[in-house]
């Protein structure tokens, strides 16, 4: 069965580069949710989208930016990184609203910021 | 703003031992509740999603109870092994979808 995809695996930046992280949900899933796991931490919620829009925001700097396109892949963009973006970054995503809202995860992204 | 604790952090057992992870959370106005299992520095792998209307799921050796009045949930593993050696982590849904998780219980089961 298809899984979430994200690309890339590994990143490494310096401080004050970008980096543009990508999703691409499970067919047919319509609402993706980007979350930051720093190191011994749980994940936190960054930010999510239904049907190409913004649906819900939760701790995410003002320094990152994401959206979704019309193929529902997302892209999470970064700018003017700190050594504290470091952190493991987990896309998930589920089905049209009303099937339970099961989230299914990607295998993450791992940003290092030196 | 929704809590979820899980009790123990970490927990080591011999193997063949029934394992008891729990969970409590704050607000009762949940959506549903997942388990997930995560290994060191990989991702989340979802084990079992209880709906706010059900008691329980069960799944092979991992059985899930949901007590959606006082804010609990416990994962049963039964019968533990070696390769059940994982963080596992707790996360709620409110009625905004959005998973907010425990600090996880890590649980190593010694050969």
């Known amino acids: 069965a298809a899984g979430v995809i994200q690309s890339p695996r590994h990143l490494i930046k310096e401080k004050r580069e970008t980096a543009t992280l990508k999703c691409y949900p499970i067919p047919r899933h319509d609402t993706v949710y980007w979350y930051q796991q720093g190191p011994g931490q749980d994940p936190q919620f960054l930010i999510s989208?239904?049907?190409?829009?913004?649906?819900d925001k939760g701790s995410i700097p003002d320094r990152f930016s994401a959206q979704q396109f019309s193929d529902y892949h997302s892209e999470l963009n970064m700018s003017s990184l700190e050594l504290g973006d470091s952190a493991l970054y987990f896309c998930?995503?589920?089905?049209?609203?009303?099937?339970?809202?099961?989230?299914?995860f990607g295998p993450g992204t791992r940003l290092t910021v030196l | 703003k929704q809590e979820v604790t899980q009790i123990p952090a970490a927990l080591s057992v011999p193997e063949g031992e029934n394992l008891v992870l729990n969970c409590s959370f704050t607000?009762?106005?949940?959506?549903?509740l997942q388990w997930f299992r995560q290994d060191p520095g990989k991702g989340l792998t979802s084990l079992l999603l209880?709906?706010?209307?059900?008691r329980e799921q069960t799944s092979g050796r991992l059985n899930a109870s949901l007590d959606k009045s006082s804010g609990r949930s416990t994962l049963y593993i039964a019968a533990s092994q070696p390769g059940d050696s994982a963080t596992y982590l707790c996360?709620?849904?409110?009625?905004?979808?959005?998973?907010?998780f425990g600090a996880g219980t890590t649980v190593t089961v010694r050969a």
């Open positions: 996360a709620v849904v409110t009625n905004d979808y959005k998973l907010s």
């Open positions: 989208f239904y049907e190409k829009m913004q649906s």
């Open positions: 607000d009762s106005a949940i959506y549903n």
């Open positions: 998930a995503s589920s089905p049209p609203l009303g099937a339970y809202n099961e989230q299914f």
């Open positions: 209880i709906q706010s209307s059900q």
